[in-house]
């Protein structure tokens, strides 16, 4: 039997100028997640909740798109949305427009678990957050300066924003050469969160959760909550995508790995390059991936993923460059 | 080749035994549906026209459950959904809980050309519809007798259940398990796929969902790659328990096999149909590039309707009886 191994990413497509000081905090966080699925592991914790657990602590910092400091929508409110699947018997749950819930991915596993359905959203996602008596909080708890910093320079420049971690006073000029969604990075980083994992007994499981585009109109949803899309996890893999959440769900890309391992039996890393190469056309994404043979992969095309990952053997790495 | 198509009106335990005045107005709909994307493919229009176009004429139709006919959520409302994808560039376009939008196939090709985004729900989607002057109605209008009986049916049975008109017998309380046969019509998602001589597809689907379903509830309609997809190699478009299909990501899977594995369009369908979905939950209408068509269900039934530009054309409910 193969050992454990998980990856974590705080989303893909990254400012070159990102500051140092960010670039830090970013890699101390990842790096604490990845402790805390290591532990986990460890203890003999299941994937899915595993997955849960690392991805409920990256809602809860504010440093990424995804719980406290996610993106705003262009009314200045936020609307969260979350996906878990466990790969054993392909069991999921998703939520999206959910504006009071703390940590969304844990009710989009209590979708999978506690409900008769599979997705649910808006007003019925947060009904439904009340009844399972998750902690709910005011919309503002999510709101930090900086986003509502970084909507108000996206209302001026008229554009939607994956996300934005730089400080105000950085991005005057938008010249940077790097570019995604047609926009200068500086404007736009997507920052989604995500975790995949395949514990002790070879079963993978995967979660994704995000804040969404910056400025997005209301109600629009992204790949994050999409099963198939930004996240998936079967027998064979888990896998967990961030990036341009259009380019996500057109290439299906979660389930693209699945697929080209089970169809084309490809291994976990060759499938992973050859979804990101050959799946993703114009569109700019990453994502992390496990299989149940205990290996992780990544790949990127953007220029830049958040991301750690490490295995049983005691193999670890937190970075954020090529 | 020729242009093909094929569309449906759900998949289900639809009964054998299901009686001439709910089973005639359904056959003449899908017979009438699929004339008009006869006429349309015949008159050059592309696929992604056709598909809507016919969409659009199974939503105003009160037998299936879309558009008006829609089945009812736990609170007696309506929440419509629905998703469009054009093979030939990949674009798609889905919505979620429209409760006033009378077309929603419709909706979903404007959020595909008018929005920067894929998939707009519920007030944001609302909001939308105003902007873009779509056709909106009360909210009653969707609203039919049959599926208010429906629903009631299905609150006594104290289940969810995709689309029954009579009570539920069976006491298990596992929603898993595919109910029984026993309701006079089976209603479902509707939806329809085309391919022209130039092998250029697209695919739409949409639906009001699950009897009795959680305010709130997404179904695989919306997600692209479950109830909808489209590539260079098929258009796909599935009905079913909407759980399941998500889980199987069942309208890609069918395009990957045909890709990764080289499979026909008839044996890629019919090995997600009945090896990779749970019996009873399934069923789905697809073409191919090369003008194939395939329309496997592992339920009792599935209304359905196609035909091929060399004359071709069926309306079937069960297998092996072709009503022409």
């Given at each position: 039997?193969?050992?454990?191994a ?7 497509g ?12 970013a890699?101390?966080l990842?790096?604490h997640?990845l402790n805390?699925?290591?532990s986990a592991l ?15 602590q990256l809602?809860?910092?504010p440093?990424?798109?995804s ?13 969260m949305?979350a996906?878990i699947?466990?790969?054993?018997k392909r069991?999921c749950g998703?939520?999206?427009?959910v504006s009071?819930v703390k940590n ?23 009904e ?10 005011d919309n503002?708890?999510f709101?930090?300066p900086?986003?509502?910093g970084?909507l108000k320079?996206?209302k001026?420049a008229?554009?939607?924003?994956f996300?934005?971690?730089?400080p105000?006073e ?5 010249e ?7 926009l200068?990075i500086s ?6 969160v995500?975790c995949v994992v395949?514990d002790s007994?070879?079963r993978?499981a ?10 997005k109109m209301s109600?629009r ?7 198939g899309?930004?996240t998936?996890?079967c ?10 959440g ?7 890309l ?14 976990l ?5 050859f ?7 114009e569109?700019f994404?990453?994502l992390?991936?496990?299989?149940n043979?205990?290996e992780?992969?990544y ?14 053997n005691g ?6 460059w090529? | 080749m020729?242009w093909?198509?094929a569309?449906?009106g759900?998949?289900?335990d ?9 089973r005639?107005p ?8 699929l ?9 050059k229009f ?18 299936f459950?879309a558009g ?10 309506v ?8 093979g030939k560039t ?6 979620s809980?429209?409760?006033t ?15 920067p985004?894929i ?8 909001d939308?519809a105003?902007q873009?002057?779509?056709?909106t109605?009360d909210?009653s209008h969707?609203?039919?007798p049959?599926?208010?009986?429906r629903l009631?049916q299905?609150?006594?049975?104290n ?8 009570p ?5 309380k ?6 029984f046969?026993?309701?006079d019509s089976?209603i479902g998602t ?11 597809l697209?695919s739409?689907?949409s639906t009001g969902g699950?009897?009795?379903k ?6 695989d309609?919306?997600?692209i790659?479950?109830?909808t ?7 796909v478009?599935?009905?079913g328990k ?7 990501t ?6 990957a096999l ?10 890629a369908?019919?090995?997600v149909v009945?090896?990779?979905?749970p019996k ?5 209408v697809a ?5 194939e ?7 009792t039934g ?5 035909a091929?530009?060399?004359g071709?054309s069926e309306v079937?409910i ?7």
């Open positions: 039997m193969a050992g454990w998980i990856a974590v990413h705080g989303g893909a990254v400012d070159p100028n990102l500051p140092p000081q960010r670039q830090e905090e890699k101390q990842l790096t997640c805390l699925g290591i460890r203890s003999g914790a299941s994937a899915v909740d595993v997955v849960e657990l690392v991805v409920r809602e809860t910092d440093i990424f798109n719980g406290r400091g996610s993106a705003l929508t262009a009314k200045g409110t936020v609307e949305e996906s699947m466990d790969g054993t069991r998703a939520v999206s427009g009071t969304p991915v844990s009710l989009a596993r209590l979708v999978m678990e506690k409900s008769p359905h599979s997705y649910l959203a808006f007003a019925g996602a947060e439904f957050a009340r009844q399972q008596g998750v902690e709910v909080v503002e708890y709101i930090t900086d986003n509502v970084m320079l996206a001026e008229n554009t939607i924003m996300d934005y971690r730089i105000t950085k991005c005057a000029g938008l940077s050469p790097v570019k995604m969604n047609g200068p404007v736009y980083a997507p920052e989604t995500g395949v007994e070879g993978c995967a979660a994704t959760s995000t804040g969404g585009l910056m400025n109600g949803i992204g790949d994050s909550p999409l099963i899309a930004g998936y996890a027998e064979v893999c888990g896998v967990s995508c961030t990036g341009e259009e380019a996500i769900i057109r290439g299906t979660a389930r693209e790995v699945a697929a080209v391992m089970e169809y084309k039996d490809l291994g890393q060759e499938a992973v390059d979804v990101i190469k050959h799946r993703l056309d569109g994404a990453g992390i991936a496990v299989s043979k205990g992780v992969a790949g990127f095309n953007c220029n830049g993923m958040f991301r750690g990952c490490a295995t049983e193999f670890m790495e937190v970075g954020i090529e | 020729g093909a198509i569309l449906h759900g998949a289900g639809i009964p054998y035994s299901l009686p001439p005045e709910r005639q359904r056959e003449e709909a899908l017979r009438h549906c004339q008009i994307g006869i006429k349309a493919l015949n008159s592309t696929p992604l026209d056709v598909v809507e176009l016919v969409v659009r004429e199974l939503e105003n139709i009160p037998h459950n008006r006919g829609s089945v009812l959520t736990n609170k007696g409302t929440e419509m959904e629905a998703s469009i994808m054009d990949m674009k798609c376009g889905a919505v809980g429209l409760t939008v009378v077309n929603a196939v419709s909706l979903a090709r404007l959020v595909m050309e008018n929005t985004h998939y707009l729900a519920f007030d944001g989607a609302e939308f105003r873009q002057g779509v056709e109605v909210s969707f609203i039919t049959e599926n208010i009986e009631n299905a609150k006594d049975a289940r969810v259940q995709i689309d029954y008109t009579q539920i017998q069976n006491d298990t596992n929603e898993t398990e595919p109910p046969a026993n309701g089976q509707v939806g329809c796929v085309a391919v022209d001589s130039n092998g250029n697209a739409a689907t699950l009897v009795n959680m305010v709130g509830r997404i179904g309609t919306p997600v790659g479950a109830g997809y489209a590539n260079e190699f098929c258009a478009s599935a009905t909407g759980e399941a299909i998500i889980r199987g069942v309208a890609r899977d069918v395009a045909m890709e990764f594995k080289g499979l026909s369009l008839k044996e369908a019919n090995i009945q090896e990779r979905t009873g939950t399934v069923g789905l073409v191919s590039a090369a003008g068509i395939a329309m496997p269900y592992n339920t599935m209304f359905r309707a196609c091929t530009e060399d071709y079937a069960w297998p092996d009886t072709k009503i022409e």
